[in-house]
Every structure is written in structure tokens, then in C-alpha cells.
């Protein structure tokens, strides 16, 4: 009976900030994550988190202006959207996994259970 269900997304211009909210229900995992698909293009890694937040990681293109960060008391998890970009424009999806090492947290097939993602779309 697991669900994600994500909030947060919207319209927002060139440098702005967005809040992504990803809510789960039915148990707690180890490992949070989200992934962000583009029109015309595959489902790209964007962070990830571990239970504890000590471990985080960010692809190259998001480092330095989207924060992830997870509230396990409400079993929720935020990716905090800064400086957005045009290119960010992509509906994200959340997702929850197992515990994951380092080589594994970035792979799509890591993860267990999936949200029925939320747009985002950034204006120039």
C-alpha cells in the first residue's frame, strides 16, 4: 500500500524557487530520490538522500542549487529548487528504495516505489 504523491510543482520564472513535496504513506525506505524526464528526452537522475541526510547526491546539473532533504517523522521528502533554469523545465518524480550503495542511488532501477511526478516548468 505504498504511495508517493508529490506536490509543489507549478510555473515559475528564470531564478526563481520551487518546493517539491513528495509524501509517502504505507511504510518507510532507507533511500529518497528524484528523478526529473524532460519532453523529448529519458528520465534523468537529480538527487538523492539516505535516512539519515548525511549522504546526499546531485547531478552536475542541478549541484549547487537544488537542495533534497527529508522530514522521516512525516514521512516526507522536499527537493528545494533555487536559481531555476529554463532547462530545469521537466515534470519530476519522486522515488523510494532500499538502502543503495554509492554506485547504485543514481540508477533509476534502484528504486522500489514511484510518485506520479509533478511539473515544474521554468519561463525565460
Known amino acids: 500500500q505504498v504511495q508517493l504523491v508529490e506536490s509543489g510543482g507549478g510555473l515559475v520564472q528564470a531564478g526563481g524557487s520551487l518546493r517539491l513535496s513528495c509524501a509517502a504513506s504505507?511504510?518507510?525506505?532507507?533511500?529518497m530520490a528524484w528523478f526529473r524526464q524532460a519532453p523529448g528526452k529519458e528520465r534523468a537522475f537529480v538527487s538523492t538522500i539516505n535516512w539519515s541526510g548525511d549522504n546526499t547526491a546531485y547531478s552536475d546539473s542541478v549541484k549547487g542549487r537544488f537542495t533534497i532533504s527529508r522530514d522521516n517523522a512525516k514521512n516526507t521528502g522536499y527537493l528545494q529548487m533555487n536559481s531555476l533554469k529554463p532547462e530545469d523545465t521537466a515534470v519530476y518524480y519522486c522515488?523510494?528504495?532500499?538502502?543503495?550503495?554509492?554506485?547504485?542511488?543514481?540508477?533509476?532501477?534502484?528504486?522500489?516505489?514511484w510518485g506520479q511526478g509533478t511539473q515544474v516548468t521554468v519561463s525565460s
Open positions: 504505507g511504510r518507510t525506505f532507507p533511500t
Open positions: 522515488a523510494v528504495g532500499t538502502r543503495l550503495t554509492l554506485a547504485t542511488m543514481r540508477a533509476q532501477g534502484s528504486y522500489d516505489y
